[in-house]
């Protein structure tokens, strides 16, 4: 399985970012996807998930700013991330099946 996340990049607080990650090496119908952040010097936490049937769960810490898609066609999952804050800074990872992407840096200036 091989996932590659993209979309990162700089921002100002309040700001928006829409990250994606494209998956290769499995069914990708038929898996759950998740995001994943890891800020500098701090444990990687979860953010969201999508189940394969469209079912999603976020963090409280992000809920009702961010949201996670799927797009089967394409073998993509994205978070669009809304009203950016700098505690969102952060290098974020999609992962399936036990396996991340490289990750994509995000970074909200305040």
């Known amino acids: 399985v091989q996932l590659q996340a993209s979309g990162g990049g700089l921002v100002q607080a309040g700001g928006s970012l829409r990250l994606s990650c494209v998956v290769s090496?499995?069914?990708?119908?038929?898996?759950?996807m998740r995001w994943y952040r890891q800020a500098p010097g701090k444990q990687r936490d979860f953010v969201a998930y999508i189940s394969s049937g469209g079912s999603t769960h976020y963090a409280d810490s992000v809920k009702g700013r961010f949201s996670i898609s799927r797009d089967n066609a394409e073998n993509m999952v994205y978070l669009q991330m809304n009203s950016l804050k700098p505690e969102d800074t952060a290098v974020y990872y999609c992962?399936?099946?036990?396996?991340y992407g490289q990750g994509t840096l995000v970074t909200v200036s305040s």
């Open positions: 992962y399936s099946s036990g396996y």
């Open positions: 090496g499995t069914i990708f119908s038929d898996n759950a």
